[in-house]
C-alpha cells in the first residue's frame, strides 16, 4: 500500500493517518506481516521510524485461497493421441512449465499462473550442494526450498512442482579432495573427476536426501518431477580440456580422464564390451601383451593424425581411441542414470525425471577445442535413450539463432526421443524485450518477442516436444525484472499453451517425408583437427541455415534407431549426414530401406569406415556408385551439369565446401580436404563436375530405389529442393527465408526483417485453412493459398483434411 502524508513540516502535534488496506492479488494465503515504512515528501528519502526505516505494526491472516483436495500420485511423460503431454494421474496436461533462478517473489509466481493457465513450477537448488562442509548445510538449503513451495502454493494452491539440483562440487571441496579431480594426460587437475567414488556416493546421499525430506511435507503430492544435474563444463559434459583451445601443436593436446580411478572404470568397461574375453581385446586393440588389468588409454595413440594426413583415422590401426572415446561420456551418464534410478524406486516410479544431456548435433561440430569433442560429447544417448530411469532431456536451443528470421535451432535429434517414449524440452530461455539481461539474442520490441515465441512454441507443437521457461532475473535492478513474470509475456504464453491444448485434442501426426539421420558413432574417427571442417559443412553450414527453409518438414534421428521395431518406413527421402563409420547391422538394415522407391542422399564417406577399418568398396556397396580415391587433398568446388539437380543454377553458380572465417580457427581446421573422392560410374546421371572433369554430384536409380551421392558435404537449398522434387518429397512453399515447420494439422511460418512477403503455399491435398490462434477461416477445401506475412511476424495456420 502506498499513500500521501498530510504536511508534517514544523508539526509538533501527532498526527492520525486512516488508510484502507487493499492487497495485491498475489499476496501468499496464511499469516503475513505487515510493515510501515515511510519516505521524505520533498527529497523521497527514507525517513526513520523508531530507528529502522520499516518496522512491522501487525499481523493479518489471508485466507480465501481454494485448497485442492489431493495432489498428484502419479505423474508420467506420454504420447497419447499422439502429441507429447505430462500425464498426472490420467489426467492430459501440456508438457510446459516455468523455471525460476533464485528465491521467487509472489507476484511473478502469481503472474505466470495466472496469465498462461501453465501450473507446473520448478524450483532450482543451486550450488553449494557438494561442499567441503558435507551434508551440514543441506537443511538450509532445503529450508530455501521449503519457502519457495510454500510461496507458491500460498499464492497458487493448485500449482505444482519440479525440482532441480545442480550437483558441481564447490572449490574447497576440490581443494579438500584432490584425489577425486579429473587428471589431464600431462597431470594437470581440472575440475572434478566423474569416475570418484567420493563424488558419486555424495551425489547420490543428496538425491536420497531431498526426496526424503519432500517426501514428509505435507505438499509431497504437488511434487511430480526431478531434475538432478551435474558437469564438468555447461550444459552436460565432463570437461578437462580448456587448456586445448586455439592449440595447433597436436603434441600438447590433452584428452580423457587419467585420474587411477576413471582408469579403473575404463578397464571395467572394457571388460563388458569385450565380453570379458583378452584375446578379443588384444586382437581389436592390435595389442598382443595387453590385459585388462594393466590396460591404459595412450595420449600419443588418442590424438595421433588420421591415415595420410586426411580426415578419417583407421580402426585397422587399433581400436583403443574409438573405445576409449565411446567410454568417456558414459562417467558422467552413468551418474545420472544412477540417481535417477534412485528417484524412481523411492517413489515406486510415480515421478517423472529430466536430465540436461543428448546435445549430439552441436558435439559433432567441435571446433577451435582440438579433441574437445572426446571429453565434451553426449554421443551415448542411444543408450541413454534405452533406460526407463529418465523421462525427459533438456537443453538450450542454439544461442546463435535467437534473433526474428532465424529458426528455433535444437542440438537435438528429437524424433529420436518420441520414436523411444521419451521426450525432449527445450531450455527456453529467451531474453524478452523489458529483461536486463541483453545478451545471447535479446529481444528488442514486443513485436520481436511475440513473433520468437510464436515461432519457438509452434516448433514445440510440429516437432512434437515440450518446453520449459526459463526466469534467470536475480540481483537488484533491471537485472531483477522477472522475464516470464511480466503479463504481456505471460499472456502471450498462455496463448500459445491453448493452442498446444487444441494440438493435443487433434492428435500428432507427423507430415515429414524426409528423415534426416545424424551418426553418433561416426565422430569418434575424425581427425582432431581435419575432422571439424567437414562436420561444419554438414551441420553448422548446410543443416542449420538451408534444411529449415526447405518448405517441407523434417525428422531427425540417429543412425541406431534404425533398428528400432517402431521406425516408421513413411520417408521418401534419407539424408545420411555423417554416416561416414556403419556397422554391419547398420547396413543391412540401411539395405531393408531401400525399396519403395524411397531415395537416399549420401554426402563425401558414406560407409567408408567399417569395423575392420577404410574401404572404398564399403561406399560402393552402400551407395551404388563405382567411385574412386586420388592421392592428396582438395578445396571442393564443382561446376553445375545441365540436369534435374541443378535445374535454376546460374551458369556462375560452383558446388563448394565452406571454410572457417577466423584465421585463427582456419590454422587448425583447414578448407582442405583428404581423402579425394570421384564417382567414376558410367551408368550414373552427372548433375556436377570437379575440375578434372570427374563427377561430384549423381543420380542412379536402381528401380526400387534411388542413389543421390554428394562428395561436397554441402549443398544450398535451390540444389535440394530439386533433390526433393526427384525423390517425390512435398515442398509446401518455394518462398526465400522463410523458416518453416509442419506437422499434418499445423503449419508454422516465420519472418525476419526481409520485409512482408506474400507466400504461395501448396497442400498435399485439400484442406480446410484457418488461422490457428485467431479462428480466421482462410479456406475451404482448397490445394493453394496466398498468405501475407508481415516482417517480424509468425504465423500458425491449423489445417484440417
Known sequence: MYMDAPETENCTETITVMAELILPPWTPSGRQPVHLSAAGQKNGLALNINGSEKIKIAEIEVTGREVPAQGVTNAQIGYPNGQAAFILDNQVTTPLFWRYMILSDPERLYMTERYSDIKIHQFLLYGRLIDAAGSTNWSERFAELDRNIRTLLG?????????????????????????????????????????????????????????????????????????????????????????????????????????????????????????????????????????????????????????????????????MPFDYMDFIPTMLSSLLVEMCRLTKEMTGYTRINFVHYGFVDVQIQSYNLPGGMFNNNNFDLSELLRDPAIDGYIGAPSYSARLPGTPCLTYFPWTSFRLHGRMYLPDDDTRYYHCGTRNYGHNHSIRESRAITLRNLGADITRNFGSWFSDMSQGKGALAVSWTGEREVAELIGEMNRLYQKAQQVGYRSAAEIAVIFSADSPRYLDIFHGPTLANNLIQWMFYPE??????????????????????????????????????????????????????????????????????????????????????????????????????LTEQYRLTASAFSHKNTRQMHADEFGPKFRIVDSAAETAACFADGKTALAVKDFGTWKSIYSIIPRLERSVLRNICRLAGVHLYTEAEDIIFDANQNFIVLHNGYQGSQEIDLAFPRPADVSDALSGEKLGSKINQLKIQIEECSTRILYLEY
Request: aromatic share 12%; glycine share 8%.
Open 547 to 648: 534444411f529449415f527453409r526447405l518448405g517441407a518438414p523434417f525428422d531427425v534421428y540417429l543412425t541406431s534407431d534404425l533398428h528400432h521395431h517402431d521406425f516408421p518406413e513413411q520417408y521418401k527421402l534419407y539424408v545420411m549426414m555423417n554416416t561416414f563409420y556403419l556397422s554391419e547391422t547398420d547396413r543391412q538394415r540401411i539395405d531393408e530401406l531401400k525399396k519403395n522407391g524411397a531415395t537416399f542422399l549420401w554426402f563425401y564417406a558414406p560407409g567408408y569406415i567399417g569395423d575392420k577399418g577404410l574401404d572404398l568398396r564399403q561406399i560402393e556397396t552402400m551407395t551404388g556408385f563405382k567411385v574412386e580415391c586420388l592421392p592428396g587433398k582438395e578445396k571442393m568446388c564443382a561446376v553445375p551439369t545441365q540436369h534435374r539437380l541443378t535445374e535454376g
Open 155 to 319: 499464492v497458487n494452491p493448485q500449482a505444482l512442482i519440479v525440482v532441480l539440483w545442480l550437483l558441481n562440487p564447490t572449490q574447497q571441496w576440490l581443494q579438500e579432495n584432490p584425489d577425486e579431480m579429473l587428471i589431464t594426460a600431462f597431470g594437470k587437475k581440472e575440475g572434478v573427476s566423474f569416475a570418484s567414488e567420493k563424488y558419486r556416493r555424495e551425489c547420490l546421499a543428496f538425491t536420497q536426501a531431498v526426496v526424503e525430506y519432500l517426501q514428509q511435507q505435507p505438499y509431497w503430492e504437488r511434487i511430480i518431477g526431478f531434475h538432478p544435474w551435474i558437469c564438468g563444463m555447461p550444459d552436460c559434459v565432463t570437461g578437462g580440456v580448456a587448456d586445448n583451445l586455439w592449440q595447433t601443436d597436436r603434441s600438447k593436446i590433452t584428452v580423457g580422464d587419467f585420474n587411477p580411478q576413471a582408469i579403473n572404470m575404463f578397464r571395467a568397461f572394457l571388460r563388458k564390451r569385450y565380453g570379458n574375453d583378452i584375446t578379443k581385446l588384444r586382437e581389436a586393440w592390435r595389442k598382443p601383451d595387453i590385459s585388462f588389468d594393466t590396460v591404459m588409454p595412450d595420449i600419443k595413440e588418442l590424438t595421433a593424425p588420421a591415415a595420410d594426413g586426411g580426415v578419417f583415422r583407421d580402426p585397422a590401426a587399433g581400436k
